[in-house]
Nanobody, 124 residues
């Protein structure tokens, strides 16, 4: 069982930056960030293969967001720059304990552990 605790959400104006953190209680093969806005489905933001350090991004955040990790702390980060109002959502950290093919790293159902979420609000 892996427990995940997110932090770092908040409110910011468009163009601003935020950094989210996710501390895990154990090691995982993949960790990812997903988000869900009211009335919308949960969507992928970014993922990282904790062993290789390979990163994966959705097209909507590529070039603006960066996922990174501190493997010594079982912690992943999401640096969000150039934030837009459409980035407003609840952001969830997720972890998968077993390896998988990288093409599936942005698929929410492939993750078996989830955090409680942290709200990000971007105003125009």
């Amino acid at each position: 069982q892996v427990q995940l605790v997110e932090s770092g959400g908040g409110s910011v104006q468009a163009g601003g930056s935020l950094r989210l953190s996710c501390a895990g209680s154990g090691r995982s093969a993949y960790m990812g960030w997903f988000r869900q806005a009211p009335g919308k489905e949960r969507e992928a933001v970014a993922a990282i293969s904790t062993g290789r350090g390979s990163t994966y991004y959705s097209e909507s955040v590529k070039g603006r967001f960066t996922i990174s990790q501190d493997s010594t702390k079982n912690t992943v980060y999401l640096q969000m720059n150039s934030l837009k109002p459409e980035d407003t959502a609840m952001y969830f950290c997720a972890a998968r304990s077993d390896p998988m093919v990288p093409i599936l790293s942005l698929v929410p159902v492939k993750y078996n552990y989830w955090g409680q979420g942290t709200q990000v609000t971007v105003s125009s």
